[in-house]
């Protein structure tokens, strides 16, 4: 129970008991955790990625009249839906390509090189931009004969 304190300027103020709360119920929820809980408790579930990806596995599949029922199906999960309207839009190949990729993964892009690399030395540049000084710097310990990375 909390007891009135008298205060030097006229007034007095709650000053609570040890192990007593000034908010008995606590924080109340946050509005997210609460819409989560409730989506829980109807039975939706986190989409996972391996579930986005056999999302979009099917819908590369489908045909035309297909995907037009699936995107007019308000019973379809709403990914589903604006994937499927992406796909039908003019920028459809953009869609599947992003949906290509994120399924299997961007192709590997190789690059080939042809020709010598020469590392034996290089240059270090010291000083300001004015007036910088150069000098070349052997790759082999001159002390031990070495070579150095």
């Not at 039908?88 to 192709?107: F, I, Q, V, Y």
Request: aromatic content about 2%.
């Amino acid at each position: 129970m909390s007891k009135l304190v008298p205060q030097p300027h006229g007034g007095a103020i709650n000053r609570f008991e040890p192990g007593e709360s000034g908010n008995p119920k606590g924080q109340p929820p946050k509005v997210l955790t609460s819409v989560m809980k409730q989506l829980r408790s109807a039975g939706y579930e986190r989409v996972t990625a391996a579930g986005v990806m056999e999302a979009y596995e099917i819908l590369l599949g489908l045909d035309e009249d297909t995907l037009k029922e699936s995107i007019n199906d308000k019973e379809q999960p709403m990914i589903l839906r604006i994937v499927g309207k992406s796909m039908l839009s003019k920028k459809g190949s953009d869609m599947l390509e992003k949906m290509l990729d994120r399924a299997h993964g961007k192709p590997l892009q190789r690059k080939e090189h042809s020709g010598e690399l020469n590392i034996n030395e290089y240059v270090i540049k010291r000083g300001d931009q004015d007036n910088p000084t150069e000098r070349e710097v052997p790759t082999t310990d001159e002390a031990d004969g070495r070579e150095q990375c």
